[in-house]
């Protein structure tokens, strides 16, 4: 069983749609959870993280834990073209334990 | 500017030999990491620092090794025991617990080395 989970997509929404991206884990103490954007051939950039269950929100953009369920999801509001990209989960297994697990990402396309 | 670089962008090897791909950072982070990553996939760990001199393996570092003599500076060696180092590496950094953003970490641009 892998240890971060993403559904690969391609995920496409409509210009101006709400996007919705999850991803599960598979070890129940896990602290911390990451959400990162990789254009291609570029680097993953940093959209947010979470460590409490419920939702954080930053923009158009909402991270929420489930630790329970363990499970992490991102909605990005009022997806732009821009948007379009591949989304990477990531977690720390343990607390404090400055490892990040990453998932294999899902791509997102959003259509104008 | 504060940041993470990475040279070169590009590297091509031939078959059999060592390569170095470097990594710098001036955001005065103790901990720095080395990812491969590979079509498709996502990033695999291949070593980590969490402070000078100390370094630890991490899930594919065979036929790689490091060296941490300076905290801005963790080059990584891409040896000619690795069967199949053709991939994009990215070099990540990851300021204090006590800085906020826990667990936190930021990459570099990335090399990406092509075996000829």
């Known amino acids: 069983q892998k240890e971060v989970e993403q559904n690969s997509g391609p995920l496409s929404v409509p210009e101006g749609a709400i996007a919705s991206l999850n991803c599960t884990y598979s070890d129940r103490g896990s602290q911390s959870f990451f959400w990162y954007r990789q254009y291609s051939g570029k680097s993953p950039e940093l959209i947010m993280f979470i460590y409490s269950n419920g939702d954080k929100e930053d923009g158009r953009f909402t991270a929420q834990l489930n630790k329970a369920s363990q499970y992490v999801s991102l909605l990005i509001r009022d997806s732009q073209p821009s948007d379009s990209a591949t989304y990477l989960c990531a977690v720390t297994p343990l607390p404090y334990g400055n490892k990040l697990v990453f998932g294999a990402g899902t791509i997102l396309r959003v259509k104008s | ?116």
């Open chain 2, 1 to 116: 500017d504060g940041g993470i670089t990475q040279s070169p962008k590009y590297l091509f090897r031939k078959e059999g030999q060592n390569v170095t791909l470097s990594c710098e950072q001036n955001l005065n982070h103790d901990a720095m990491y080395w990812y491969r990553q590979d079509p498709g996939q996502g990033l695999r760990l291949i070593y980590y620092s969490q402070i000078v001199n100390d370094f630890q393996k991490g899930d594919i570092a065979e036929g790689y090794s490091v060296s941490r003599e300076k905290k801005e500076s963790f080059p990584l060696t891409v040896t000619s025991a690795q069967k199949n180092p053709t991939a994009f590496y990215l070099c990540a950094s990851s300021p204090p617990p006590s800085g906020g953003g826990r667990d936190t970490q930021y990459f570099g641009p990335g090399t990406r080395l092509t075996v000829l």
